[in-house]
């Protein structure tokens, strides 16, 4: 759209770009929104949560593929990134606001120049069960463990009961990793780590945030203990052999619902199928020529024709 177009030529413009994994910023926001919307029925009512906004290249995509949501938070912990979204994309985004978030992470400190933000119980009690859906690209690609569980924990907190949650991340799984063991994969991944690594594979030791996949069992483990389950996968094209439309995997997650009384559920009644009513075989009539192979006969004596 013409009238986002200044955005993104900010965006290109500014060296903030490289910070979040540089090409074409709309090209970049372009290609997540697809993955997106096409995992996520959104519409002018929703409720979204832009979890790592960075400088927002997937939030004016998401506008410039015609969503319109009622709200659309943007969060990140790089203070110059939100400064950016501030001046450049909010007074142009009706119902968009941008919040840092105070907090750090060994493959982005350097772009951490103050601790002005909120911390994560602050905004967690601030949009408490507020948001519809919320997504994160390249977030979960760059965080240990322990900060995995934990984020997992802080977006749970602040998505509605049924709510969605869209994050990548890189799975390990029994095809993923025979595919690193076997030097297929995209990245330029060491099979001797691979085959040291257990739950955790990381890329190498000097920036191990850099790359980072987890065991799928573990996501899921984690996945359940932020109350949250997953419900779709869409797996990315990093593992090699032709999968998948983007690069990283996708999880759909969905924040358990409220239960019903039992007694409230609509019940789709069980089909019972009485097993069919047989009538005996009619008699068959058998050759009694003496000509008549024995053979033939006695394979006639246990034929039935069909119904």
């Known amino acids: 759209m013409s009238e986002l177009s200044h955005i993104f030529d900010q965006m290109r413009a500014s060296p903030m770009n490289d910070w979040v994994g540089g090409s074409d ?45 009622e709200q659309l938070i943007g969060m990140d912990i790089m203070p110059p990134v939100i400064d950016f979204c501030d001046q450049q994309i909010a007074p142009y985004l009706p119902g968009t606001k ?52 934990s984020l997992l924990h802080f977006v749970s907190s602040m998505l509605r009961p049924g709510g969605r949650f869209m994050f990548t991340c890189f799975e390990l799984n029994d095809f993923s990793r025979h595919m690193v063991l076997s030097g297929q994969a995209l990245f330029p991944l060491d099979p001797e780590r691979m085959r040291r690594a257990g739950d955790v594979l990381t890329g190498n030791d000097a920036d191990p945030l850099a790359f980072i996949a987890f065991d799928r069992a573990l996501i899921q483990k984690m996945v359940w203990n932020a109350g949250m389950a997953i419900t779709k996968v ?69 034929w039935r024709p069909r119904k």
């Open 25 to 69: 910023p709309e090209l970049v926001g372009d290609a997540s929104i697809g993955i997106l919307t096409r995992l996520l029925p959104l519409h002018n009512q929703s409720r979204i949560l832009d979890f790592g906004c960075g400088i927002g290249r997937g939030l004016v995509s998401l506008w410039k593929a015609g969503v319109r949501p």
């Open 234 to 302: 869409d797996y990315g094209c990093w593992m090699g052999g032709g999968l998948g439309g983007g690069l990283q995997d996708a999880i759909v997650c969905t924040k358990l619902p409220l239960l019903q009384a039992v007694d409230q559920i609509q019940h789709t009644a069980l089909v019972a199928r009485d097993a069919p009513a047989t009538e005996p075989a009619a008699p068959i009539d058998l050759p009694q020529d003496s000509e008549a192979p024995s053979r033939f006969r006695k394979m006639m004596q246990h």
């Open 98 to 149: 941008f919040e840092l978030i105070t907090g750090a992470n060994h493959h982005y400190d350097a772009f951490i120049d103050r601790q002005a933000g909120k911390s994560q119980s602050a905004l967690s009690e601030q949009y408490r069960d507020n948001f519809t859906d919320a997504y994160a690209f390249s977030v979960f690609t760059h965080v240990t463990q322990a900060d995995f569980q």
